[in-house]
Nanobody, 123 residues
Framework: VQLQASGGGLVQPGGSLRLSCTTS????????MGWFRRPPGEERAFVAT????????EYTESVKGRFTISRDNAKNTVYLQMNTLKPEDTAVYYC?????????????????WGQGTQVTVSS
């Protein structure tokens, strides 16, 4: 599964961005999907995950109430809507696919990764 992430950019604190991750692979709907991020100088960390049918969703605590993960299996795309962005959200964001149908917060469970998209939150 080749994943292509997009939607990053520079935004002011309090602003919003929507990340997208798409693939041409027709088996997309069978995969659990996740978003991870790597802040400057830090390790990659879990952000959100969504199961194959969108019913199971999990977030890391720091983004709950601000970020929303969703997917459109007809478009082979997973989204991350990010609202009320903070400077500490600055990172390279990666989408990933796992054969675990409910998704996972553990990056070791993911087999396929997108190339990353930079999100910078700064005034």
């Amino acid at each position: 599964v080749q994943l292509q992430a997009s939607g990053g950019g520079l935004v002011q604190p309090g602003g919003s961005l929507r990340l997208s991750c798409t693939t041409s692979d027709r088996t997309f709907y069978t995969y659990g999907m996740g978003w991870f991020r790597r802040p400057p100088g830090e390790e990659r960390a879990f952000v959100a995950t969504i199961g194959w049918d969108g019913r199971y969703i999990e977030y890391t605590e720091s983004v709950k109430g601000r970020f929303t993960i969703s997917r459109d299996n007809a478009k082979n795309t997973v989204y991350l809507q990010m609202n009320t962005l903070k400077p500490e959200d600055t990172a390279v964001y990666y989408c990933a696919a796992t054969t675990l149908s409910l998704g996972s917060h553990n990056d070791m469970e993911y087999n396929h990764w997108g190339q990353g998209t930079q999100v910078t939150v700064s005034s």
